[in-house]
């Protein structure tokens, strides 16, 4: 079965096209939950809430960890509170 550590990395390979950063040293990744019975279920925000790349990352999430071996099914909730904050950009990922 599949952990938490397997789900950042796989998010880790989503780079967000303006800030060219993975959306997990951007901060945008809040909550992964794992039901043991391969169903993923991810709170997470975006930079913006009209960003009009909405759809695009969340298919790219989707299929990124459907990717990882024993998903079943995953869910993308998108949440806004927090609001998204460039404080949250982990500080070694601007380099």
């Known amino acids: 079965m599949f952990g938490e550590s397997e789900v950042l990395e796989k998010l880790k390979g ?8 993975n959306i997990v040293d951007l ?3 809040y909550k992964i939950n794992l039901d043991g019975f391969g169903n993923i279920d991810l709170d997470m ?3 913006a809430k009209g960003c009009p790349i909405s759809s695009v990352i969340k ?6 960890l459907k990717g990882i071996p024993g998903v079943k ?3 993308v909730n998108f949440v806004w509170e927090p609001e998204w904050d460039p ?7 601007l380099k």
């Open 45 to 47: 925000t975006l930079t």
């Open 59 to 64: 298919y790219e999430v989707e299929e990124a």
């Open 27 to 29: 901060g945008l990744v």
């Open 14 to 21: 989503i780079i967000d096209p303006e800030l060219e950063v």
């Open 87 to 93: 404080a949250m950009i982990k500080t070694d990922a």
């Open 73 to 75: 099914a995953v869910k």
